[in-house]
């Protein structure tokens, strides 16, 4: 479905999604928030980093590391091609950057191949989200940012799975 999208398609939702996340008062309550870099198929998160900048905040993104099979975050103070590289998986990250502690982090917005409404998601397989979630404080808030398309009636879940708060698509929004 994500492959069948046109590229107009696309723009469109990432846009829209983006507009409703913006919106969110967890939005914009958070001085820190953490945004991933999205694949081709992904909600492309720019209006969202656009506005992080515009109001100051300090955003990071994912940084993997493959090896140990885990992530850090780390500040990101600009997403144009020269602070920025592909790393071996031909993932966007900053080429420096500071790590931000996970509690330091008030909002996170995480990507997902599908989501169901209680907030469950299916990722791509590695568990990095999971784990990264799993050290964030108790009072920060998860966001996953889907296209509606990608909402279904139940992901298949363990116990080392961390389910979002909120789920914003190009449609609507899902307190879980």
């Given at each position: ?91 966007r990250v900053p080429r420096e950057g500071r790590p931000v502690p996970p509690t330091m982090i008030d909002l996170v917005v995480v990507p997902g191949l599908t989501f169901d409404t209680q907030g469950h998601r299916l990722g791509r397989g590695g568990g990095f989200y999971d784990r990264f979630l799993s ?42």
């Open positions: 479905m994500l492959a069948a999208m046109t590229d107009e398609q696309r723009h469109l939702g990432s846009a829209a999604a983006c507009s409703r996340l913006c919106k969110l008062e967890v939005f914009r309550d958070a001085a820190v928030s953490m945004l991933y870099m999205p694949l081709t198929d992904e909600i492309d998160l720019t209006p969202v980093a656009i506005r992080c900048f515009q109001m100051d905040k300090t955003i990071c993104v994912p940084k993997v590391d493959w090896k140990r099979r885990d992530m850090i975050a780390v500040e990101a103070t600009s997403f144009d091609d020269q602070f920025m590289e592909i790393d071996e998986h031909g993932l050290r964030l404080r108790r009072s920060a808030t998860t966001i996953g940012l889907a296209f509606d398309a990608q909402i279904i009636d139940r992901v298949p879940v363990d116990d080392r799975d961390i389910a979002v708060e909120i789920i914003v698509t190009d449609r609507r929004t899902v307190h879980a």
